[in-house]
């Protein structure tokens, strides 16, 4: 009796020796951490695996909530770490599902459009499973503002600033400054919100960041943006690193030919495209044109902007000789997908290499960020004031026109700090509503700096 109970107990373990084995094999997939990224448009949460994995998404009401589903998974991660402020998310939770799946839901406060994707091993990063929530509620566009704005003949020259990387992509990394690596993202945004202050504190400029924060915006959105913006002018903001920590030195690229050539074949294929080239080739309508004539009116908008890029990227590059060591004397050309616009000029500007200690150095000091900024924003002025674009105040005036009609009652406020826009309407006896009438504000936000046109009481 007793063998063969000895015997019987035997057979168990050995029975759950095969199970652990089985179920080790099976579910081999762990969530080792879940990132957060608040973007303007849409929240990003990515999922760092342990391997590729197959999942499921889809959304329940009542209350409303987005499951992701996924197979063969642990999760390894903290969920109660995500900052979840100004996002659509309430809670987020997660449970083992079916024995090995791992079931995550987000419950939701508000309607959200969501898409995901896989990103595969890539350098030191592991397989990761992205999800974005798309907010629902998007903000009108101010398109009709804008041009009321273009036909008043004194409009501000646009310069869109794009700050390389974001979230997800870090850029270049230099060398340990403290407790962290110096990145190339924090890096450019930091260069790019001091060139955007200073380009606004300028009469007859305004900037406009197309990257604000720590996300991702895709290259092509990039460009798309800073044409929905009616940029006059397309700056993308770089500290890259390379192979050799001694290479060193600021350069100013724009569009190789070849690339724009690609690009033109692209965006005839694009037929959604088309509506945005018709407004960038001039008042020509392209929509009675066969293709080739339209591929040959594409081709002239995009020589035209490479023109311009090249020129506006010699004044850059020559401004900012003064502060720093150029790494080539004149503007480099080469086929960077985020300067493919066939209607805005667009350059990007190298900084520095973020791989060069010394270098690294001087892109972590705000003294010297700013005086690059400066450098930047001088280089674009010299190259506004010799041509500056029709129907701009620069233009009015440069062609002789008196700087105080340029706004309606020719009187301006600079704001400055603890400034409000009720104490300034209160003070030249102007309603609120006319002063953001005025001036094309959507809110009563204000910032230190800004020019504010006061219209007539
Ligand atoms: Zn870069």
Redesign the pocket.
Known sequence: MGGSRRMMRLVIVCLMGVLAVVQAVSAATNVDSVRLWRAPDHTRLVFDLSDAVEHKLFTLSNPSRLVIDIKNATMGGALSKLDLSNTAIKTVRSAPRNGGDLRVVLDLSSAISPKSFMLKKHGDKNDRLVVDLFDRTKPIEKTVQQVVQLESGRRDIVIAIDA??GGEDP??LGPKTGKRRLR?KDV?LAISKQLASLINAEKGYRAELIRSGDYYIPLRKRRDTAREKRADLFVSI???AFKNPKARGASVFALSRRGATSETARFLAKKENEADLIGGVGSVSLDDKDAVLRGVLVDLSMTATLGSSLQVGDNVLKSMDSVARLHKKQVEQAGFAVLKSPDVPSILV?TGFISNPDEAKKLNSSYYRKNLSKAIFKGIKQHFQSVPPAGSYIAFVKNGGDPKLASSSGREHVISRGDTLSAIARKYGVTISSLQKANSLKSSSIRVGQRLNIPRS
């Open positions: 390389g990387h850029g270049a190339e450019v770089h500290a890259d190298e």
